[in-house]
Each structure stands twice: as C-alpha cells, then as structure tokens.
C-alpha cells in the first residue's frame, strides 16, 4: 500500500502518557471569568504552606520575563524547591530532566507547555534541571515560589547550572508532525 520511502519513514504517533518524574507536581487552577476578564487564584497560604503542593513552604515569591525565542536553561537547586505559574495569555515550554542519583526517575526528561490558556502549577523538587523556552510570539511572564531565599554569594548559593542543550539540543524544538 505504501511506496518504499514512505514506509520506511512511517511512524505510528503514541498517546500514552509520558514517563512522569519523581516529585514533580502539574496542578490544575480555577480561572474564574467575568465579562471584563478573568482571575486565577495561585495557591492558598496557611502559615507559609501552599495548598496543594505537599507541603510545600512559601519564602520567596519571583516574577520574571522572557522575550520570543529565549531558553533559560539549564538550572538546578540542591536544596530548594520551586513552583511555577504562567500566565494563560503566554505559550512557554519547561524542560525538566532527573538528575538525581539514584532516583526511581533518574535520566526521565519531561517537556511541558505552559500557559497557552492554561492556568497550572508546576512543582520542581530539588535535584530536577529545569529550564524555558518561550515558543510564544510576545514577551511571556513568570511568576514563582521558592521554599529558600535566594542567596547570590557563591558559597550559599543553591542554583547551578548545566548547559541549554545537555539533553539534546532537539528538546527545545517545537514538535512538528
């Protein structure tokens, strides 16, 4: 039925889920719409406890900005464990790999797109390289909580980093076909 190149090349796609990584959390928010737009309730606080996030403390809160087109990554915490939010109106790609020696995970690598009218929390334990790509066409914003305050002086500083294409630099290509 099918000539020899297209055989040759023919794939079937695969639907089932992903490997996950061990710790790492997608939770679902509630985005509440009114006729002049919407609010999305980030976490609950209860003595710097995040609902939901497996009691996860609260120490830090960060906003930051990406424009088109840039990779952040890769970084990683020791210590420190990170929960992001991307707003709905912004299309970032987070690249997450276990590096944890020893993990029920180690070497799992998990892509994931965020926002793109979605509103979902990601949790990132200590150990886990993570980095962004904005695959969207404006600046796209981040906003996140940390369990440790940061600490720029090198020899308390929690962050290190791998290079932005130690798993192969196709992970940030957008997935075509």
Same mark, same amino acid.
């Given at each position: ?19 996950? $990584?061990?710790?790492?959390?997608? +939770? ?8 002049? %737009? &919407?609010? @999305? /309730? ?43 939010? $991307?707003?709905?109106?912004?299309? +970032? ?8 020696? %020893? &993990?029920? @995970? /180690? ?71």
């Amino acid at each position: 039925m099918l000539n020899e190149n297209a055989r040759a090349a023919f794939d079937v796609q695969r639907y089932d889920p992903a490997p996950s $990584i061990d710790g790492v959390e997608l +939770l679902a928010l509630r985005r509440f719409h009114d006729d002049g %737009g &919407s609010m @999305t /309730e980030l976490g609950r606080l209860a003595a710097g406890r995040l609902a939901g996030a497996g009691g996860f403390d609260v120490q830090q809160v960060n906003y930051s900005e990406m424009e088109p087109g840039v990779i952040k990554a890769f970084h990683l915490h020791l210590r420190q464990t990170d929960v992001w939010f $991307i707003p709905p109106s912004c299309k +970032l790609l987070a690249v997450l790999a276990d590096v944890r020696a %020893g &993990s029920p @995970t /180690e070497n799992v690598v998990r892509r994931y797109v965020l926002g793109d009218g979605t509103s979902r929390l990601l949790k990132i334990p200590p150990g886990v390289a993570h980095g962004l790509s904005n695959i969207g066409a404006e600046r796209a914003h981040l906003i996140y909580f940390v369990d440790r305050h940061f600490d720029p002086d090198p020899a308390s500083c929690d962050e290190g980093r791998l290079p932005w294409d130690h798993f192969g630099a196709d992970l940030w290509q957008i997935q075509k076909g």
